[in-house]
Protein backbone atom coordinates (compact mmCIF):
# COMPACT_ATOMS: atom_id res chain seq x y z
CA UNK A 1 0.00 0.00 0.00
CA UNK A 2 2.60 2.16 0.63
CA UNK A 3 4.23 2.01 -2.34
CA UNK A 4 1.09 2.49 -4.23
CA UNK A 5 0.61 5.89 -2.36
CA UNK A 6 4.41 6.78 -2.93
CA UNK A 7 3.68 6.28 -6.68
CA UNK A 8 0.63 7.92 -7.06
CA UNK A 9 2.49 10.94 -5.17
CA UNK A 10 5.19 10.92 -7.73
CA UNK A 11 2.54 10.84 -10.78
CA UNK A 12 0.17 13.08 -9.34
CA UNK A 13 3.17 16.26 -10.31
CA UNK A 14 4.15 14.71 -13.35
CA UNK A 15 3.51 16.54 -16.99
CA UNK A 16 0.71 14.12 -17.82
CA UNK A 17 -1.35 15.28 -14.77
CA UNK A 18 -0.25 18.74 -14.60
CA UNK A 19 -3.30 20.29 -16.42
CA UNK A 20 -5.85 18.64 -14.64
CA UNK A 21 -3.87 19.16 -11.30
CA UNK A 22 -3.87 23.40 -12.15
CA UNK A 23 -7.91 22.98 -12.77
CA UNK A 24 -8.58 21.05 -9.66
CA UNK A 25 -6.35 23.46 -7.80
CA UNK A 26 -7.94 26.61 -8.83
CA UNK A 27 -11.56 25.26 -8.61
CA UNK A 28 -10.55 24.39 -4.98
CA UNK A 29 -9.25 27.82 -4.34
CA UNK A 30 -11.85 29.83 -5.75
CA UNK A 31 -14.76 27.31 -3.33
CA UNK A 32 -12.67 27.67 -0.37
CA UNK A 33 -12.39 32.06 -1.40
CA UNK A 34 -15.94 31.96 -1.75
CA UNK A 35 -17.06 30.68 1.09
CA UNK A 36 -14.35 32.30 3.28
CA UNK A 37 -15.67 35.64 1.69
CA UNK A 38 -19.08 34.21 2.40
CA UNK A 39 -18.37 33.41 5.94
CA UNK A 40 -17.03 37.06 6.79
CA UNK A 41 -19.55 39.08 4.74
CA UNK A 42 -22.42 37.16 7.17
CA UNK A 43 -20.21 37.59 10.07
CA UNK A 44 -20.07 41.81 9.45
CA UNK A 45 -23.25 41.96 8.22
CA UNK A 46 -25.01 40.52 11.32
CA UNK A 47 -22.43 41.43 14.27
CA UNK A 48 -22.14 45.42 14.18
CA UNK A 49 -20.20 47.18 16.57
CA UNK A 50 -20.05 50.34 17.65
CA UNK A 51 -16.41 51.08 18.34
CA UNK A 52 -13.60 51.01 15.90
CA UNK A 53 -10.80 49.45 17.78
CA UNK A 54 -13.63 46.68 18.24
CA UNK A 55 -14.31 46.18 14.79
CA UNK A 56 -10.88 45.78 13.84
CA UNK A 57 -10.38 43.23 16.75
CA UNK A 58 -13.54 41.36 15.01
CA UNK A 59 -12.29 41.51 11.86
CA UNK A 60 -8.79 40.13 12.59
CA UNK A 61 -10.24 37.34 14.97
CA UNK A 62 -12.72 36.72 12.08
CA UNK A 63 -9.53 36.12 9.34
CA UNK A 64 -8.21 33.67 12.01
CA UNK A 65 -11.33 31.35 12.46
CA UNK A 66 -11.53 31.73 8.76
CA UNK A 67 -7.99 30.52 8.06
CA UNK A 68 -8.35 27.73 10.46
CA UNK A 69 -11.60 26.68 9.32
CA UNK A 70 -10.20 26.43 5.66
CA UNK A 71 -8.17 23.67 6.92
CA UNK A 72 -11.58 21.54 8.27
CA UNK A 73 -13.47 22.26 4.48
CA UNK A 74 -10.33 21.17 2.50
CA UNK A 75 -11.35 17.75 2.67
CA UNK A 76 -15.16 18.19 1.42
CA UNK A 77 -14.14 20.55 -0.85
CA UNK A 78 -11.20 18.37 -2.73
CA UNK A 79 -14.12 15.41 -2.35
CA UNK A 80 -16.35 17.34 -4.29
CA UNK A 81 -14.13 18.72 -6.99
CA UNK A 82 -12.55 15.05 -7.21
CA UNK A 83 -16.12 14.56 -8.87
CA UNK A 84 -15.57 16.64 -11.78
CA UNK A 85 -11.92 14.93 -12.67
CA UNK A 86 -11.77 11.51 -11.03
CA UNK A 87 -12.87 9.49 -14.41
CA UNK A 88 -10.50 11.99 -16.79
CA UNK A 89 -7.71 11.42 -13.89
CA UNK A 90 -8.40 7.72 -13.55
CA UNK A 91 -8.74 6.56 -17.24
CA UNK A 92 -5.04 8.36 -17.64
CA UNK A 93 -3.79 5.95 -15.00
CA UNK A 94 -5.27 2.69 -16.11
CA UNK A 95 -4.28 3.19 -19.59
CA UNK A 96 -0.49 3.90 -18.58
CA UNK A 97 -0.26 2.18 -15.81
CA UNK A 98 -2.24 -0.85 -16.62
CA UNK A 99 -1.96 -0.92 -20.39
CA UNK A 100 -2.61 -4.87 -20.52
CA UNK A 101 -6.25 -4.39 -18.62
CA UNK A 102 -8.70 -3.11 -20.38
CA UNK A 103 -9.83 0.50 -18.95
CA UNK A 104 -12.85 1.14 -16.90
CA UNK A 105 -15.81 3.42 -17.75
CA UNK A 106 -16.82 6.52 -16.58
CA UNK A 107 -19.69 6.66 -14.51
CA UNK A 108 -22.85 8.50 -15.67
CA UNK A 109 -22.68 12.15 -15.06
CA UNK A 110 -25.98 12.84 -13.17
CA UNK A 111 -25.04 9.56 -11.13
CA UNK A 112 -21.34 11.10 -10.61
CA UNK A 113 -22.92 13.92 -9.57
CA UNK A 114 -25.04 12.92 -7.27
CA UNK A 115 -22.75 10.54 -5.45
CA UNK A 116 -20.33 13.34 -4.99
CA UNK A 117 -22.93 15.97 -3.78
CA UNK A 118 -24.02 13.25 -1.38
CA UNK A 119 -20.41 12.30 -0.07
CA UNK A 120 -19.93 16.52 0.38
CA UNK A 121 -22.47 17.09 2.77
CA UNK A 122 -21.40 14.34 4.73
CA UNK A 123 -17.84 14.92 4.94
CA UNK A 124 -18.73 18.61 5.35
CA UNK A 125 -21.20 17.74 8.28
CA UNK A 126 -18.24 15.23 9.98
CA UNK A 127 -15.37 18.24 9.26
CA UNK A 128 -17.67 20.86 10.99
CA UNK A 129 -17.78 18.50 14.34
CA UNK A 130 -14.65 18.45 14.18
CA UNK A 131 -13.74 21.88 14.05
CA UNK A 132 -16.30 22.48 16.76
CA UNK A 133 -14.27 20.19 18.47
CA UNK A 134 -11.50 22.48 18.08
CA UNK A 135 -11.21 23.68 21.58
CA UNK A 136 -10.50 19.42 22.93
CA UNK A 137 -7.28 19.53 22.39
CA UNK A 138 -6.80 15.79 21.32
CA UNK A 139 -10.18 14.82 20.66
CA UNK A 140 -10.77 17.15 17.55
CA UNK A 141 -7.50 15.83 15.74
CA UNK A 142 -8.87 11.69 16.76
CA UNK A 143 -12.15 12.74 14.94
CA UNK A 144 -10.24 14.29 12.12
CA UNK A 145 -8.03 11.65 11.35
CA UNK A 146 -10.60 8.67 11.75
CA UNK A 147 -13.97 10.40 10.60
CA UNK A 148 -11.76 11.72 7.33
CA UNK A 149 -9.75 8.45 6.91
CA UNK A 150 -13.19 6.33 6.53
CA UNK A 151 -14.86 9.17 4.15
CA UNK A 152 -12.22 9.51 2.09
CA UNK A 153 -11.12 5.80 1.49
CA UNK A 154 -14.75 5.12 1.03
CA UNK A 155 -15.38 7.59 -1.70
CA UNK A 156 -12.28 7.52 -3.71
CA UNK A 157 -12.36 3.41 -3.61
CA UNK A 158 -16.08 3.62 -4.48
CA UNK A 159 -15.84 5.86 -7.25
CA UNK A 160 -12.70 3.98 -8.75
CA UNK A 161 -14.50 0.24 -8.26
CA UNK A 162 -17.88 1.55 -10.01
CA UNK A 163 -15.92 1.96 -13.34
CA UNK A 164 -15.47 -1.54 -13.43
CA UNK A 165 -18.01 -2.79 -11.39
CA UNK A 166 -21.49 -2.29 -10.33
CA UNK A 167 -22.34 -0.18 -7.45
CA UNK A 168 -23.62 -3.01 -5.23
CA UNK A 169 -20.65 -5.23 -6.39
CA UNK A 170 -18.10 -2.59 -5.75
CA UNK A 171 -19.92 -1.67 -2.05
CA UNK A 172 -19.58 -5.60 -1.50
CA UNK A 173 -15.74 -5.24 -2.37
CA UNK A 174 -15.01 -2.16 -0.16
CA UNK A 175 -16.34 -3.90 2.94
CA UNK A 176 -14.56 -7.05 1.94
CA UNK A 177 -11.53 -5.04 2.43
CA UNK A 178 -12.43 -2.12 4.79
CA UNK A 179 -9.16 -2.61 6.66
CA UNK A 180 -7.19 -1.99 3.70
CA UNK A 181 -9.21 0.85 2.39
CA UNK A 182 -9.57 2.68 5.88
CA UNK A 183 -5.81 2.30 6.06
CA UNK A 184 -5.69 3.98 2.91
CA UNK A 185 -8.16 6.39 3.65
CA UNK A 186 -5.70 7.70 6.44
CA UNK A 187 -3.19 7.77 4.02
CA UNK A 188 -5.37 10.33 1.83
CA UNK A 189 -6.42 12.01 5.20
CA UNK A 190 -2.69 12.89 6.33
CA UNK A 191 -2.19 14.45 2.99
CA UNK A 192 -5.49 16.97 3.20
CA UNK A 193 -4.01 17.89 6.64
CA UNK A 194 -0.86 19.46 4.91
CA UNK A 195 -1.81 22.89 4.20
CA UNK A 196 -0.73 23.62 0.35
CA UNK A 197 0.01 20.08 -0.43
CA UNK A 198 -3.61 19.04 0.29
CA UNK A 199 -4.70 20.84 -3.04
CA UNK A 200 -3.80 17.97 -4.62
CA UNK A 201 -5.41 15.97 -2.87
CA UNK A 202 -7.95 14.67 -5.89
CA UNK A 203 -5.75 13.62 -8.29
CA UNK A 204 -3.25 11.91 -5.78
CA UNK A 205 -6.22 9.96 -4.31
CA UNK A 206 -7.79 8.98 -7.76
CA UNK A 207 -4.40 7.45 -8.89
CA UNK A 208 -4.01 6.09 -5.23
CA UNK A 209 -7.18 4.68 -5.49
CA UNK A 210 -6.82 2.92 -9.06
CA UNK A 211 -3.41 1.34 -8.19
CA UNK A 212 -5.28 0.21 -4.87
CA UNK A 213 -8.08 -0.81 -6.26
CA UNK A 214 -6.33 -2.89 -9.40
CA UNK A 215 -4.41 -4.97 -6.77
CA UNK A 216 -7.09 -5.70 -4.23
CA UNK A 217 -9.30 -7.12 -7.81
CA UNK A 218 -6.06 -9.91 -7.81
CA UNK A 219 -6.82 -10.88 -4.65
CA UNK A 220 -8.81 -13.74 -4.12
CA UNK A 221 -12.03 -13.07 -2.52
CA UNK A 222 -12.10 -13.86 1.07
CA UNK A 223 -14.39 -16.77 2.22
Not at 85 to 95: G, M
Not at 181 to 190: K, N, S, T, Y
Not at 199 to 205: H, R, S
Request: aromatic letters at 10%; proline letters at 5%.
Amino acid sequence: MLQDAVAAFGRTFSPGYRRVLIRSVLIALGLLAALGIGAHWALTYFVTLQWGWAELTLDILAAVGILIGAIFLVPPVTSLVAGLFLDEVAERAEVEDFPADPPGRALPFARSLAMTLKFFGVMLVVNLIALALLLVPGVNLVVFYIANGYLLGREYFQLAAMRFRGEAEAAEMRRRHGLSIFLAGLIIAAMVSVPILNLATPVFATLFMVRLHKRLSRRAPAS
